[in-house]
C-alpha cells in the first residue's frame, strides 16, 4: 500500500486499485439542551449532521460510524442513522460519548468527536412520578 501526496492510495498487492482519500471532520456536538429523562431512556438528534467529508456534509453509506467511548453510559447504542440510544432507568448526569467516522473506502482515513449527553431524572421532587404525569390539581 502506496500513499501518494496524501490523497491517493495505491494498493500493488493485485494490480493497481485507486482511491481518493476525501478529508474528513466530525464536529463534536453539545446535545445537554435536549435532555433526556432517565426514567424512560431516549433517542437524541442525529451526531452526523454536522460533520463533512470532502467539505459536504457525511452520507451514511459512504461512512463506517462507530462507538469508540460510551462515557460510562451503560447500554448506550449508536445508531447506523447517527442517533444515540440512550436506555431506561439511566442515571442522571452529563456524559461524554466519542464516536469515529471513517471513509468506507479507506478504512484508515478517520476523525473522532465527543458528543455531550445530558440525562436528567424528570422528577423533581422524588416520589417516583415523573413530573410531566404529575396530578397538579390538588
Known sequence: ???????ILLNLDFGVICFEIYEIVATDDDFT????????????????????????????????LTLVSSGGLTGLVLNADGTLTIPAVTPTGDYTITYQICQKTVPTNCDMATVLVRVISGDADDDGILDDDEDTNG
Do not use: H, K, Q, Y
Request: net charge negative; no cysteine.
Open 1 to 7: 500500500v502506496l500513499a501518494v501526496d496524501n490523497r
Open 33 to 64: 439542551e435536549a435532555a433526556i429523562i432517565g426514567m424512560d431512556g431516549g433517542t437524541t438528534a442525529n451526531v452526523l449532521t454536522n460533520d463533512l467529508m470532502a467539505g459536504s456534509p457525511v452520507v451514511v453509506g459512504d461512512i463506517n
